[in-house]
DNA sequence: AGCACCGCAGCAAGCGCTTTCTATCCGGAA
DNA sequence: TTCCGGATAGAAAGCGCTTGCTGCGGTGCT
């Protein structure tokens, strides 16, 4: 029924392991051997078995990506970036190499299963993307996968994601959350603001604590005391930052500025400021973070920090394919840029 | 050195084949003999091999994804909807299904080379969403591969995609974007609308002309003569809705109206509008396509086709999973529904 | 008491490919 | 002319798993 590879060989008037060595070009076939049987695939029509060549080569070509959550951009575009870096050449059989998205919608359980599934596909590579939860045996239990994925060859790229264990042998390349969310804080004290809101994200999670702490280290370097009714925890959307915004207003009227865990969260938090009455910034100055394409279109423009997510996507994609020296020690942070546009702006007097 | 069925077998005490079985469940094992073979399996700590699997079993647990642009929350949410109902119980082991998401980025030759990937993986469904390319050499080709696939056993549903031919035995659902289009140019006109600009998708894809066609359709209803030189063509991002609008403004500078391809595209519509000094609806209307998520924190919110994204992935993975019927004929229309907001108004008198 | 059967476990034959080792053919060196 | 080595091609042994078929006790029936 279906084309094998012993037929393209029968058609070709050769042995399966010569076409085999073909199909793979790492073993030398005399020129017109090759043609003929490069013809022979092309008249049959052969599509190589992936199992059977990943089971008797003991490598597949598939590589995990795992990601939060697909439907948010921040996750498309290094998705995006990754996938670009890992289909090119560098490898077997025209070099083609699968990208498995897995989303994990933030579930420590999915996360771990996906790593089973990859782990049982012997993936060439996996790809962890963004924040990593920070629950001790989950953590562990993560180190524990990765590594075994890389005692069984799987290269393991963390990308915005904090370092793992160092016996993992997984090379991270993580975001500078941290000093983006302070300098961020810092831009708004700078203008003048002393009453500040804070929208984080999810508990438990790296890059809500980072973000997190900049914006607090910022604060305290000014003098500013932190008062802990001035920030309200909740989910990466929309909705959580327009909810968030009506409680910080209703605890604290007169907040002057409202930095949020990401742009996605600003956008909710602009909404639920424009609801209100306020005006942005004349009243109520907001800032977002990652700086994904709609922020740009916000009105006004939305202040955020630029993470440079397609660059990491696309170096981590060329780690994982060993297409790239990884940094040294394993680890390297990406830092994130300022940019200031119409959202932000001096408190009202 | 990796733990085979056979070291599992050999520490439960029975033969590879209970083993296989008890992982597969379906076929009758003792309980007490699939305990036992259970904690081996824990002791072990054994991890199924997919690719033997796969081989032995001429199956996999992949299911493969194309989608245009991965970046793109729209594809990101059909993908996340798809990857949902995919990953729950009604298979083999466990249940548990790897959705592999593949980025064409709109190319042909990248569609097909993903067919062939996912062909050579012996993916137990494939699913495509987003709008087709229409060129006649490139359509029977994917034709072709989809006919491959079926043959193969693997399922192929259409999200979002005009139907393939009917000998493909591919399952469609489809977008109704030649009424969604439709309706909202009538809701324009309606308004008193007259002079509407049109901001295109890229060509030779169905998703552009059948969107195009409901416009021209609600045009020609009102006796409104279409002027080609107010129907631009360009990509579906933002980038080239501002540029659009800057050439449909040169062109004809007392439009009142926009349309645009898709939100991404009326986003960028807004912004040239702004930087022009034109103001939203006051001087020109705009009208998106799709409802994204971010559509409804465009200031003004944007009026819009909503399409039920979420819903229509789940469908398709469920379809895909033999977990829900398909449509009669194989081919289901799924219909937008107009979102009026803010963007849109009468025009100055 | 004898027989058919049912429930459960094992045997063994592959699934389609890769790869090591061996065989063959050839040209040129001796 | 004989012999050796390089360049190619083939034979065959798996890779780790699934599954059709066989085998073996024990229950229920007559």
Redesign the pocket.
Same mark, same amino acid.
């Given at each position: 029924?279906?084309?094998?590879? /012993?037929?393209? /060989?029968a058609r070709a008037?050769?042995? !399966?392991?010569?076409?085999?060595?073909?199909?793979?070009g790492? @073993? !030398?076939?005399?020129?017109?051997?090759?043609e003929r049987v490069l013809r022979a695939v092309d008249e049959l029509d @052969?599509?190589?078995?992936?199992?059977?060549?990943?089971? /008797?080569?003991?490598?597949s070509d598939l590589v995990g990506i795992l990601v939060n959550d697909i439907a948010d951009p921040f996750f498309g575009i290094m998705a995006g970036a990754i996938q670009s870096e890992i289909g090119g050449p560098g490898g077997? /059989?025209g070099g083609e190499r699968l990208a498995v998205v897995c989303n994990t919608g933030g579930s420590p359980e999915r996360e771990l299963t996906y790593l089973t599934l990859l782990q049982r596909q012997r993936a060439a590579a996996v790809i962890l993307t963004g924040g990593a939860i920070e629950n001790e045996a989950h953590v562990s239990a993560v180190a524990a996968k990765l590594r075994k994925l890389a005692d069984a060859g799987t290269r393991v790229v963390l990308c915005g994601r904090p370092p793992a264990p160092a016996d993992t042998d997984a090379v991270a390349l993580t975001f500078d959350n941290r000093g983006g969310g302070r300098r961020l804080t810092e831009h708004l004290i700078g203008l003048g603001h002393r009453r500040l809101g804070y929208i984080a994200g999810p508990e438990e999670r790296t890059t809500t604590r980072h973000r997190l702490e900049g914006h607090r280290a910022a604060l305290a370097a000014h003098g500013i005391e932190d008062d802990p009714r001035r920030t309200v925890h909740g989910r990466y959307d929309r909705r959580s930052g327009y909810e968030a915004t009506l409680e910080l207003l209703r605890r604290e009227p007169d907040l002057t500025a409202i930095v949020a865990a990401n742009d996605t969260v600003a956008l909710g938090a602009c909404a639920a400021l424009r609801d209100s009455g306020l005006r942005i910034p004349g009243d109520v100055s907001v800032a977002g973070f990652d700086d994904l394409p709609f922020s740009i279109d916000a009105v006004p423009a939305l202040t955020t920090v630029r993470l440079p997510l397609a660059e990491a996507g696309a170096r981590a994609g060329r780690i994982a394919m060993s297409r790239e020296e990884p940094p040294p020690g394993g680890i390297a942070t990406v830092g994130g840029e300022l940019m200031v546009r119409g959202s932000t702006g001096a408190p009202r007097p």
């Open positions: 029924m279906t084309v094998t590879l /012993a037929d393209v /060989a008037q050769v042995s !399966p392991a010569t076409v085999s060595r073909v199909l793979n790492n @073993y !030398p076939v005399a020129a017109s051997t090759r @052969y599509v190589l078995n992936g199992p059977a060549s990943a089971l /008797a080569a003991a490598t077997r /059989a």
